[in-house]
């Protein structure tokens, strides 16, 4: 009997390639049956402040769920402080975003937003990746001034922030409404999967997965229909596309470097262990 994996996206921009891995019966074919759901149930909603009480990283912890997709640093700060899963790679691509201001803003620059709110989803790739750019524009890590939103677009359109940490499909609708673009934001992924997900079964999801990279990566326009398919056609063709790097392993040493940085500035209270975190030993 085919081994049932039950998976959550993290975002459909990001994640087309598990997608079209179910529709191509490239999981299938590694002899697994994959359950998927593509967004959260609870939709804005659901994207809360403390990610404990997210859909998918509840669902890990209760054992309705076995793998999911989430950026780098989260999944070290998820599988530490919620004790439990272990990544098994790092995601199929090279994230991207955009920090966003209205058209009319006094936000010039990246060091203009200097103590000034950034919207963001609390402790998600946008929220790291905001805070690597603006530290390397000069900012130091305590005049970074984060704040959660659960809808980014409506705190940075509505003028309750002056700039939003945005990921497609919301860089796209932000452009549309005349917001400017400042910086851009790129990040990887980590796969977080249970406890029980064995190395076997993790090699063949890998499997899986990376060929689906490789259909997707036969024709941009191809990418862009299965990658963009959230944005309006007219906006797919300036719609900003992950770059597809595929499923790699964790090196220890990246690892570590990750978790150096997040030690640093709070993140983690104590420092993971890669065998622990990584390997599930």
């Known amino acids: 009997m085919a081994r049932v994996i039950r998976l959550q ?8 390639p598990w ?3 179910v529709e191509q019966g490239f999981f299938a074919a590694e002899g697994l049956t994959v359950e998927y759901n593509e967004d959260n149930p609870q939709g804005v909603a659901g994207r809360v402040e403390n990610f404990s009480e997210r859909w998918k990283e509840s669902q890990l912890q209760q054992g309705a769920l076995e793998v999911y997709p989430v950026c780098e640093w989260g999944a070290i ?3 530490q402080s919620l004790g439990k899963g272990r990544i098994i790679g790092l995601d199929t691509t090279a994230r991207t975003g955009a920090i966003m201001v209205r058209k009319d803003s006094r936000i010039k620059a990246l060091t203009d937003l200097r103590d000034v709110p950034v919207a ?13 750019v603006l530290e390397a524009a ?6 970074i001034k984060l704040v959660h939103a659960n809808d980014r677009l409506d705190a940075l359109l509505s003028g309750k922030t002056e700039a939003a940490a945005l990921m ?3 860089v796209s609708r932000a452009r549309e409404a005349g917001c400017r673009q400042i910086a851009d934001l790129r990040w990887r992924g980590g796969i977080v999967a249970g406890d029980d997900v064995d190395e076997e079964t993790a090699a063949k999801i890998m499997r899986a997965l990376n060929r689906a990279v490789a259909w997707l990566s036969e024709n941009e326009s191809r990418s862009r229909e299965e990658l963009l398919r959230d944005l309006k056609p007219e906006l797919r063709k300036t719609g900003l596309l992950p770059e597809l790097m595929g499923v790699q392993d ?4 990246e690892f570590q470097e990750k978790v150096n940085w997040m ?13 622990e975190i990584v390997r599930g030993k």
């Open 9 to 16: 996206s993290d975002s459909n921009a990001h994640d087309r």
């Open 19 to 21: 997608r079209v891995a």
């Open 77 to 79: 700060e998820r599988v």
């Open 120 to 132: 963001v989803t609390w402790h998600a790739g946008t929220f790291y990746a905001a805070i690597e």
């Open 138 to 143: 000069g900012i130091a890590f305590d005049e």
């Open 168 to 170: 497609e499909p919301l």
């Open 250 to 253: 964790y090196k220890p040493a």
């Open 263 to 275: 030690m640093d500035r709070g993140f983690l209270k104590d420092a993971p262990a890669y065998d």
